[in-house]
């Protein structure tokens, strides 16, 4: 069964610090999906990143930074010089080969992350 | 383009009445998925839609839900004779289309916010 851990449940930080977000993911495919989405306070699940087994290359995206690694099993999530508007609770998901169709996504319990100006 | 959209945005129920939750996804997605969100429970997949068709339904929670898709496009999940339990974020994505790549990326809806009183 797939399962995703995202150990941390709040963080806070001041404006203009570095945080990293962890996840750690378990499945027994070995082609799989991974995911960040982004929930604000409005509600609404906004996606940042998607990264396929295949592919250990980190990504960076203005102030975002993903870190892949395998080995670890692990997905981590990183805001450098964070600002307020980054406050939200953030989800890592995890699907099979399928994109998550019929099994759908998998999430972890999510962290919250206020920044704190 | 407009994204996924999804009503009510809130509804208030009675315990024992029967609800209808819809859900418009992106023009053009053929793939559609609902998901709960609650305090508890976190983000749990419900059920998936491939056009029309619904090939795995165990992800409901009991026999009192079912969902629907119609002419490739809205989707409605019925509730029947609501519980208390069954309070919480109903969510729906939608993506162009399943089965891998980066064209299955889920987009989600703002949700409909369930209270059953």
Request: hydrophobic letters at 30%.
């Amino acid at each position: 069964a797939q399962k995703v851990t995202q150990a941390q449940t709040e963080i806070s930080v001041v404006e203009k610090e570095d945080v990293t977000l962890d996840c750690v993911y378990e499945t027994r495919d070995t082609t799989y999906y991974l995911f960040w989405y982004k929930q604000p306070p409005s509600g609404e699940l906004v996606f940042l990143i998607r990264r396929n087994s295949f592919d250990e290359q980190n990504e960076i995206s203005g102030r975002y930074s993903w870190n892949f690694q395998k080995s670890t099993s692990s997905f981590n999530f990183t805001i450098t010089a964070s600002q307020v508007v980054d406050s939200a609770v953030y989800f890592c998901a995890l699907s099979d080969y399928s994109g998550g169709g019929a099994d759908g996504l998998t999430f972890g319990k999510g962290t919250h992350l206020i920044i704190q100006p | 383009g407009a994204g996924v959209s999804q009503s009510p945005s809130n509804k208030v129920t009675e315990k024992g009445k029967d609800v209808e939750l819809r859900c418009d996804p992106i023009s053009g997605h053929t793939a559609l998925y609902w998901y709960r969100q609650s305090l508890g429970q976190g983000l749990e997949f419900l059920i998936y839609f491939q056009g029309n068709s619904a090939p795995d339904k165990s992800g409901l929670p009991s026999d009192r839900f079912s969902a629907e898709r119609t002419g490739g496009s809205v989707s409605t999940l019925t509730i029947q004779r609501t519980q208390q339990e069954d309070s919480a974020v109903y969510l729906c994505a939608s993506s162009l289309v399943s089965g891998g790549g980066q064209s299955d990326t889920q987009y989600f809806g703002p949700g409909t916010r369930l209270t059953v009183l």
